[in-house]
């Protein structure tokens, strides 16, 4: 007799009766560079009614000395202990013809191989059509630019809508990187947005570069997000920075030199 199978971390919570799903998914750790990407996905999930659809229990993933818990008081004198689960959500927005699913999550300090299957599970398990990953990561790049944000889909249509070429980055990877090939390996298609940061902002979040993330999501997918408070929070964010830099000189004669190289080229 064979051993029965362990259950699943992954819990379904909501019905996966969804409309030619997009999945958004971010990852708090190595691939978030000024919380970018948890940030944008953070101001989907306040735009929009969302339901929560599953839950990944990451008792099995995550080094909770790392990433600890959180304890609050409940009625009665009784504590609550909070896991830092990964969490999904359904947005079902009645003027677009598709829902989406958006997931928030901390970056696997373990077993990634077997986090990939769920999150593949799950994608199966929604039909999803396309699912979007996003990151951020820190560069030689002008802080008073507009940000950058670079990408790759394994979609070739998306790839020249987006005017998107592929990457020839090799080296160090996260779970998006691990997570995009997996996916796509299984036959849904993806597409990797990343915004490029300024190494020498140390501020965070970083909402210029979550607005740019989420505007980018709105040309691939033509889903309108009210980006409102995220622009006045990154309007505030690049006064607070611009100040910040003129006020150090050291730092304002690093950035003429990155100017210098820029438009010299």
Not at 19 to 48: C, K, M, Q
Not at 174 to 182: A, D, H, P, R, S
Not at 209 to 237: M, V, W, Y
Request: net charge negative.
């Amino acid at each position: 007799m064979s051993e029965p199978s362990a259950p699943r971390a992954l819990r379904i919570h909501g019905s996966t009766d969804l409309r030619r799903p997009i999945v958004i998914l971010a990852y708090a750790g190595w691939n978030d560079g000024g919380e970018a990407a948890t940030t944008a996905i953070a101001h989907l999930l306040e735009s929009f009614t969302a339901t929560k659809l599953a839950t990944l229990d990451t008792e099995d993933f995550l080094d909770f000395t790392v990433v600890r818990p959180h304890v609050r008081p409940r009625e009665g004198g009784r504590r609550e202990i909070r896991w830092p689960d990964h969490e999904f959500f359904a947005i079902r927005a009645e003027t677009q013809p598709f829902d989406l699913v958006v997931g928030l999550g901390v970056e696997p300090h373990l077993r990634w191989r077997a986090f990939c299957g769920e999150i593949e599970e799950l994608v199966r398990r929604v039909e999803a059509r396309l699912v979007i990953l996003l990151g951020a990561f820190l560069d030689e790049v002008i802080y008073s630019q507009p940000i950058q944000v670079v990408g790759a889909s394994t979609d070739a249509e998306l790839s020249a809508k987006l005017g998107l070429s592929p990457s020839r980055y090799e080296g160090p990877t996260g779970i998006v990187g691990v997570l995009g090939e997996t996916i796509a390996r299984a036959g849904t298609p993806t597409l990797s947005l990343w915004a490029r940061l300024p190494h020498y902002v140390q501020a965070s979040p970083n909402s210029r570069a979550a607005l740019a993330l989420l505007q980018r999501i709105e040309s691939a997918i033509g889903f309108p997000i009210d980006k409102k408070s995220l622009e006045s929070a990154a309007a505030t964010f690049d006064q607070e920075v611009s100040e910040a830099i003129a006020a150090d000189p050291q730092l304002s004669a690093y950035v003429r030199e990155l100017k210098r190289r820029a438009f010299s080229q």
